[in-house]
């Protein structure tokens, strides 16, 4: 396998840099989106992000909001990456990075918003899992499963804080489940598609903690050929 090596990209169109491997762990549309998707408000003072990878969605949010983020990411260093971009960009005092896994996480700190763009695969006994390491622990479940995500949120948000999440379309069931299980009822779906003629294979929700029940459904969005993912949601959370 080539040796991998560090290299400053520019994130999207959002004037910002980001460091990553040039052979892996490089930002993904997935992360734009999710950032893009997140409502934020005047009140919205501090944020979460859980699985930040190296950052992506906490340079995307500072764009948009003064309020206070952190994130966490279990490997090092994808971690390192994270604050080495964090530094870069000049958001050290707006953003803080943690490396741990996110089921040791411990704060008296209450959120008003948690992301998270997690591993997307289940680990069962036919599954695939990728032979380099780094790769398998941030596409299947081996640290954290979609459960654990949903439960550390629920630990961790104000009431009324909303939760958003990025996901496969074909685990919308289990989101659902979930989020009634721990009091994080989905209130708005939106479905990506990939391609203006495919059906939609993502899905982005948002959840509210102690709300009522009742799901708002938009038209899917397709991200083919876009020259910008910025206010791509903004008419419809």
Known sequence: ????????????????????????FKFSIDSILLA?????TNKTKNILDL????????????????????????????????????????????????????????SNQKYDIITCNPPYFKVERQSYTNEFTPLAIARHELLVTLEDIFKI????????????????????????????????????????????????????VRCIKNSHKGIKINNPISIENRKTYQNIFKEEV
């Open 1 to 24: 396998m080539k040796k991998s090596k560090i290299v400053l990209n520019d994130l999207y169109d959002y004037n910002l840099k980001i460091y990553q491997y040039d052979t892996h």
């Open 153 to 204: 949120a629920s630990q961790h948000l104000n009431s009324k804080g909303e939760f958003y999440l990025i996901h496969r379309l074909e685990r919308i069931d289990e989101i659902i489940i979930l989020g009634n299980k721990y009091k994080l009822n989905v209130k708005n779906i939106e479905l990506i598609k990939t391609k203006s003629n495919n059906k939609p294979s993502m899905v982005l």
């Open 51 to 106: 699985c930040t990878g190296n950052a992506s969605i906490p340079l995307i949010l500072a764009t948009k909001t003064k309020a206070h983020v952190e994130a966490i990411e279990v490997q090092k260093e994808i971690y390192e990456l994270g604050v080495k971009s964090v530094i870069y960009n000049k958001l050290d005092k707006q953003i803080t990075l943690y490396n741990q896994n996110i089921l040791d996480y411990q």
């Open 36 to 40: 893009e998707y997140v409502k934020l």
